[in-house]
T-cell receptor, first 113, second 112 residues
Framework: ETGVTQTPRHLVMGMTNKKSLKCEQHLGHNAMYWYKQSAKKPLELMFVYNFKEQTENNSVPSRFSPECPNSSHLFLHLHTLQPEDSALYLC????????????FGPGTRLTVL | GQQVMQIPQYQHVQEGEDFTTYCNSSTTLSNIQWYKQRPGGHPVFLIQLVKSGEVKKQKRLTFQFGEAKKNSSLHITATQTTDVGTYFCAGFGGTSYGKLTFGQGTILTVHP
């Protein structure tokens, strides 16, 4: 499946580093999402974008900064992260109807040292 | 806020045995979706249920949506080793677009 791609697939960073995660969807969808998946918690919705506009910020710390320049691309900028931020970060996209399913990318496995 | 609880958290079965995971929401859902995540992979959509009391089948998988649209179940008949993975239910019941609430998932292990 190559409908939703994410880069990098693996990332190791120190707490003082700044890095960005990239997501691209080739499905013609207008909604994109960032999720965090850690060993201790289920899929946690972080951000939702509809037509490039952020419609949901699920109380995410400001050290995570999303950017959606167009409907096909989504970024997650990371700075001064904590070790507990280590997790699998998943991007997803969907259409705009309530019944539309979400298509997930392969994820970025992030380790914060 | 809306909560979706899923049980059991883990299930170990012998190949050929049946498996069921249950999903319960604190609020009425407009629809519920099921996803499967293989080890090392990402969630992949399986099916969506919309109608009260709806039952859908995909080969050995049977999905049900409760009459009150607050619970759902996934049943696998005669499990195979290819069924291993984590099964998530996800409910949509709020007014915020796209805000699916995922259950914590059931990790299925199938012993050959």
């Amino acid at each position: 499946e190559t409908g939703v791609t994410q880069t990098p697939r693996h990332l190791v960073m120190g707490m003082t580093n700044k890095k960005s995660l990239k997501c691209e969807q080739h499905l013609g969808h207008n909604a994109m999402y960032w999720y965090k998946q850690s060993a201790k918690k289920p899929l946690e919705l972080m951000f939702v974008y509809n037509f490039k506009e952020q419609t949901e910020n699920n109380s995410v710390p400001s050290r995570f900064s999303p950017e959606c320049p167009n409907s096909s691309h989504l970024f997650l900028h990371l700075h001064t992260l904590q070790p507990e931020d280590s997790a699998l970060y998943l991007c997803a996209s969907s259409g705009l109807a309530q019944t539309d399913t979400q298509y997930f990318g392969p994820g970025t496995r992030l380790t914060v040292l | 806020g809306q909560q979706v609880m899923q049980i059991p958290q883990y299930q170990h079965v012998q190949e050929g045995e049946d498996f069921t995971t249950y999903c319960n929401s604190s609020t009425t859902l407009s629809n519920i979706q099921w996803y499967k995540q293989r080890p090392g992979g990402h969630p992949v959509f399986l099916i969506q249920l919309v109608k009260s009391g709806e039952v859908k089948k995909q080969k050995r998988l049977t999905f049900q949506f409760g009459e009150a649209k607050k619970n759902s179940s996934l049943h696998i008949t005669a499990t195979q080793t290819t069924d291993v993975g984590t099964y998530f239910c996800a409910g949509f019941g709020g007014t915020s677009y796209g805000k699916l609430t995922f259950g914590q998932g059931t990790i299925l292990t199938v012993h050959p």
